[in-house]
């Protein structure tokens, strides 16, 4: 089995290097990286992996973040051109952890009937920027039992999605789910997890929002979602690090969360990471390939406690999804009240 | 592809214009509250609220002379309501109709002068403005604040504990069950229930399981106060309409109120019992809030943290709303719907025109 993943990136240089050696080290046969015009270092660090042979790498220099029809583009080039069975569609600061010995062994589990894993996502909180690598400082995570719902949060419960490799696919923006699709999703089982590191120090954070907010504004034709317009207004009104600094967890917060349960300390990619790491840099990468490496990285089976306790968090994901139905079915309702003669006449009458 | 890039023809500035420009106007019902109105509508002008329309409900304890104070600045249309019935829905109507009409409201705060609205991160006008506009209907989490012990201090600066959601009491005859109540969009054809808890009839859309929103319920604030609501509501009223009700008219008919009330109030050793085992939260937001604007200060509505959203999102499953037979029972009614729309003489020849004009193309 061949597993390819596709990871579209725009100035992420302080995560790219990990999250590429990571995936080659859990698995991940080979990438394909679109390089959005990235003006940091992330184009060296991709041209490192491609020199390595083990990355293919694309250059976008169109402004306008077109995420669906890029990621469209390399998962059927993985399907046509890199003889991918399976395409995990990544974000650069997604890494996806296996909840088995190896994200392939994982895959090769899945019924051939089925297409499309959902992976569960799960973030992780943005800790005090004391210039340490984001990896030594972000060990916490949420672990909540009820969904998030406020659509201003990127805490909300979602899924990711990997699928059988397709020539004709189309995934839809923010790889939460493919548009055109021969393939039939499997439904409430995620074996694999998506650790999330969204928001990684100040700087970080306001060039995400600048493009992100640019992006929505100017090219895109709907609305960026909550939290896109509100730290968009932030960063307009010189108010970013007021905005950033109001979500960092502090150790207060941090304290407290951990004792009331709905953070839990994760270090899986820390220390995934400290075994990763280069004794000295090789060709701009800091991290290992699985060749350099004198055996792979290992992935413990989760434990029956562990398991229990991933299946509470994910039915707040169900949970989360009867919301989400309500919210559509009230809309259907809204429209079909309009097409009812009474609601035609009420209108009438108000005209 | 899906995602075509184009300009859009909205400007970056188009969110905070839109909060800039949203008028904000709570209605108030009150009767005999001059012990807290005061505050309630000063803490509201500070949140967010830009005009009020309120009723006066035959007041004697000089709850009419501060609300005309605030007509007299401006800030504040009074109604009188002179019959001695209550019509909570109607007068909830009238005034949400009137904010819309007459005042230009964008988003209506059908509120009693008893309960304080509290934005979670930013101010209320911030918090309606971030709301997706398919959305008509905000829900308000309930917060209930137990009383305690009479004192010389005012009822904001005794109540600073509250029951904690995560330990809802669903007892029908309990005054502290798990509740909401609605924000609108302003309507000039609204109408609201008995104590604005759902709108009638409406189309303007709810957003479910999202709740930005928490109010403040201060109901029993001392023994002299308690006993004139419930004398109040008796007159009003009539008849009980709930279970609750039922029991204060029971201990009142029996000259027992006093003991009643007494059972109700939480005394310092039960508020350390309650907040140690976790059935009751210290909450001092709103006293603190008082506090500043009593010395002139400004107050902010800090940004919760994704601890705070954690353990507020839980409080918030008591609510019961991810409830998969509600939306089954909706489907039905929706199908059903559907089915007498398409039934209808035109929609059937439109489906044959249709079909007509499919097999003409050859498909």
């Given amino acids: 089995m061949k597993l390819v993943l596709t990871v579209l990136a725009r100035d992420e240089a302080d995560v790219i290097d990990a999250l590429v050696a990571f995936h080659l080290n859990a698995g991940v046969d080979f990438v394909i990286a679109t390089d959005n015009a990235s003006r940091d270092r992330t184009t060296e660090i991709l041209e490192a992996y491609a020199r390595a042979g083990c990355l293919h790498l694309i250059r976008e220099p169109a402004e306008g973040l077109r995420q669906g029809e890029w990621v469209t583009r390399m998962a059927r080039l993985a399907a046509t051109e890199f003889g991918a069975d399976w395409v995990i569609n990544s974000d650069a600061d997604e890494f996806w952890y296996p909840r088995g010995r190896s994200l392939k062994d994982v895959f090769a589990l899945v019924p051939a009937e089925y297409g499309i894993v959902n992976a569960f996502w799960r973030s992780f909180v943005p800790r005090p920027d004391t210039g340490e690598p984001w990896w030594e400082r972000m060990t916490a995570r949420l672990s909540s039992t009820a969904p998030i719902n406020d659509p201003r949060s990127f805490y909300r419960p979602v899924t990711k999605v990997a699928h059988r490799a397709e020539p004709d696919v189309v995934v839809g923006r923010g790889n939460h789910d493919l548009v055109r699709t021969r393939s039939q999703p499997l439904g409430t089982w995620h074996p694999v997890e998506v650790l999330h590191f969204p928001l990684r120090s100040r700087a970080q954070w306001a060039r995400k929002v600048e493009l992100q907010g640019d992006a929505f504004t100017k090219h895109i034709d709907r609305a960026g979602t909550g939290y896109h317009l509100t730290s968009y207004d932030a960063l307009r009104r010189g108010r970013i690090d007021q905005q950033h600094d109001a979500m960092v967890v502090g150790d207060a917060a941090l304290a407290c969360g951990l004792h009331d349960g709905t953070l839990v300390e994760d270090t899986r990619i820390r220390d995934a990471l400290h075994e990763l790491r280069l004794a000295t840099p090789s060709g701009g990468r800091r991290f290992a390939l699985p060749s350099e490496r004198a055996a792979p990285l290992q992935f413990a089976r989760p434990s029956l406690v562990e398991d229990a306790a991933f299946a509470a968090e994910a039915s707040a994901l169900a949970e989360s999804y009867v919301v989400r139905a309500q919210r559509r079915l009230d809309e259907l309702e809204r429209r079909i009240a309009m097409l009812e003669p009474g609601e035609a006449d009420a209108r009438r009458r108000r005209r | ?363």
């Avoid at chain 2, 209808?344 to 097999?359: D, E, I, N, Q, T």
Wanted: with cysteine; proline share 6%.
């Fill in chain 2, 1 to 363: 592809m899906e995602d075509t890039a184009r300009e859009r023809t909205q400007g970056p500035d188009e969110h905070p214009r839109l909060i800039d420009s949203m008028k904000l106007v709570m209605t108030l019902r009150a009767r005999d509250e001059a012990d807290v109105v005061d505050s309630q509508i000063a803490f509201h002008l500070g949140a967010g609220v830009d005009f009020v329309v309120a009723t006066d409900h035959l007041s004697q304890d000089g709850t009419t002379e501060i609300l005309e104070g605030y007509a007299r600045n401006g800030h504040l249309h009074l109604i009188r309501a002179e019959s001695d019935d209550m019509d909570e829905g109607g007068w909830a109507t009238r005034m949400s109709r009137v904010a819309a009409s007459e005042f230009g409201a964008d988003w209506v705060v059908p509120s009693d002068a008893d309960e304080f609205w509290w934005p979670r991160g930013g101010s209320l006008k911030e918090v309606l403005g971030s709301v997706p506009p398919r959305y008509g209907v905000v829900r308000a989490l309930l917060r209930h604040f137990v009383p305690r012990p009479d004192g010389e201090e005012s009822f904001a600066e005794r109540m600073t504990v509250r029951v904690s959601g995560s330990a809802p009491i669903n007892a029908p005859n309990s005054l502290f069950r798990p509740n909401l109540k609605v924000i609108h969009r302003g309507d000039p054809n609204v109408a609201l229930s008995a104590g604005a808890h759902t709108l009638l009839n409406s189309t303007l859309a709810p957003l479910r399981g999202w709740y930005p929103i928490e109010f403040f319920h201060f109901p029993l604030r001392s023994l002299a106060q308690a006993e004139r609501k419930y004398a109040n509501l008796r007159t009003s009223l009539g008849a009980t309409r709930n279970a609750f009700y039922e029991e204060v008219y029971r201990a009142r008919d029996n000259g027992r109120f006093e003991e009643f009330y007494e059972s109700l109030v939480v005394d310092d050793p039960a508020r350390e019992r309650g907040v140690a085992g976790g059935s009751l939260v210290v909450d001092t937001r709103l006293c603190d809030a008082l506090r500043a604007i009593r010395a002139g200060e400004p107050f902010a509505f800090p940004q919760p943290t994704v601890v705070d959203e954690a353990a507020y999102a839980v409080d918030v499953m008591a609510l019961g709303e991810a409830d998969l037979v509600r939306v089954q029972r909706q489907l039905d009614t929706l199908e059903e719907r559907l089915r007498t729309l398409e039934s209808k003489p035109v929609s059937r020849a439109y489906g044959k025109l249709g079909r007509l004009v499919r097999r003409a193309a050859g498909r």
